[in-house]
């Protein structure tokens, strides 16, 4: 079989701003300790397929650092330079071609670049047996995660894990649920049929390019014009005239809610796509107070909140349930409750033409 993954790399991490910026988003931070965040993904799928058959795709403004930034041994030739961002489907479309065009009987996993997973094995061999079943299905396999608590940052699968299922635990996907208000994510916790939706998708390379001609034809139109162009000189002028064109929507929209043939495997191995900064205490613990602190701070009375500084000595007094985020030249200060709402603080940034602390 051969073993193909795709790195979507094109986000900007909005929610954790002001440390992710366009110029240098989340997935081009270490927030680990360890590594960056796309060559901690990168490492993690070693055990499974080889690194000659790793791709990433990414925007062409974030193109030169990612180049600098990559593990040494990860081929130059494999970052997929998208000339303006649209969306997933986009991406996968541009990932499955190339592929193709390596290997007609090519499975590829598609990943994005920023998650956190801290049981690697349970994951690899998860991955392994959602391999072994793409090869012999023509299913759209998703990967949910089993809830821990009743999320509103997560988009959700329902699924009835009491129908029956096929070999390796998939089971038919029913709804994909868009991320809920509290009061609904505690009925799907309470409910037992709705998982986490990864964003994590393995499947044939042909079946997909199949379900995209079917669901989005303009979309594999235009890049079936541009096949023989993939590998040569000639590839990013044809990518820099068609994808201005292209339409902008997600896999899950566009392909994902409309087909009756996507399955889910249920997994457990300890993920978390650190999508905001109250997100940061699956990764640290906290002290004895409930802080997580990542600064050179000095505090009194302080107590469940998150505080993380590039150089400056923060110091804090009677303040609990905060984020205090400082990155030089900007400095996020909210309730650990309104993290989620970072994004929109963004956008805000963008309204008031201040775009250069974006």
């Known amino acids: 079989m051969d073993k193909y993954a795709v790195i979507m790399a094109g986000g900007g991490g909005t929610r954790f701003w002001p440390i992710s910026r366009q110029h240098k988003p989340k997935q081009l931070l270490n927030i680990s300790g360890n590594d960056v965040?796309?060559?901690?993904?990168?490492?993690?799928?070693?055990?499974?397929?080889?690194?000659?058959?790793?791709?990433?795709?990414?925007?062409?403004?974030?193109?030169?650092?990612?180049?600098?930034?990559?593990?040494?041994?990860?081929p130059k030739e494999n970052i997929l330079y998208e000339p303006v961002g649209r969306n997933t489907s986009a991406c996968i479309a541009y990932a499955a071609f190339t592929i193709r065009k390596k290997s007609e009987d090519a499975v590829m996993c598609i990943l994005p670049s920023d998650h956190?997973?801290?049981?690697?094995?349970?994951?690899?061999?998860?991955?392994?047996?959602?391999?072994?079943?793409?090869?012999?299905?023509d299913k759209l396999i998703t990967i949910g995660i089993k809830p821990?608590?009743?999320?509103?940052?997560?988009?959700?699968?329902?699924?009835?894990?009491?129908?029956d299922k096929t070999a390796d635990f998939m089971y038919p996907v029913e709804e994909f649920v868009e991320k809920p208000n509290i009061t609904l994510a505690k009925s799907y916790l309470e409910d037992g049929n709705y998982l986490w939706n990864s964003g994590m998708f393995i499947w044939r390379a042909s079946i997909i390019l199949d379900n995209i001609n079917r669901y989005m034809p303009r979309l594999y139109k235009s890049f079936n014009n541009i096949y023989e162009h993939i590998g040569t000189k000639s590839e990013k002028e044809m990518l820099?005239?068609?994808?201005?064109?292209?339409?902008?929507?997600?896999?899950?929209?566009?392909?994902?809610?409309?087909?009756?043939?996507?399955?889910?495997?249920?997994?457990?191995f300890g993920w978390n796509d650190v999508g905001s900064w109250d997100s940061l205490g699956f990764i640290f613990p906290t002290d004895e107070n409930g802080n997580i602190v990542k600064a050179k701070h000095i505090g009194l009375d302080t107590k469940n909140s998150?505080?993380?500084?590039?150089?400056?000595?923060?110091?804090?007094?009677?303040?609990?349930?905060?984020?205090i985020a400082d990155a030089g030249d900007a400095i996020l200060i909210c309730p650990k409750e309104k993290a989620q709402d970072v994004k929109a603080l963004v956008e805000k940034l963008k309204s008031c033409d201040m775009g250069d602390y974006i």
């Not at 796309?38 to 062409?60: A, F, G, H, Q, W």
């Not at 956190?116 to 299905?137: C, G, H, P, Q, V």
């Not at 292209?246 to 996507?262: A, K, N, P």
């Open 148 to 163: 821990s608590f009743p999320s509103t940052g997560y988009g959700y699968i329902r699924y009835n894990k009491e129908m």
């Open 37 to 74: 965040m796309i060559n901690e993904t990168i490492k993690r799928l070693l055990p499974l397929i080889d690194i000659r058959n790793i791709y990433i795709v990414t925007n062409e403004k974030q193109g030169e650092i990612i180049g600098n930034l990559i593990m040494k041994d990860f």
């Open 240 to 268: 820099g005239k068609i994808y201005p064109s292209l339409q902008s929507i997600s896999i899950d929209y566009g392909i994902l809610e409309r087909s009756d043939d996507v399955m889910v495997i249920p997994g457990e």
């Open 116 to 137: 956190y997973i801290s049981d690697e094995n349970r994951f690899i061999k998860l991955m392994d047996s959602a391999f072994r079943s793409a090869k012999t299905t």
């Open 306 to 323: 998150i505080i993380y500084s590039s150089g400056k000595l923060i110091a804090t007094i009677g303040l609990e349930n905060l984020i």
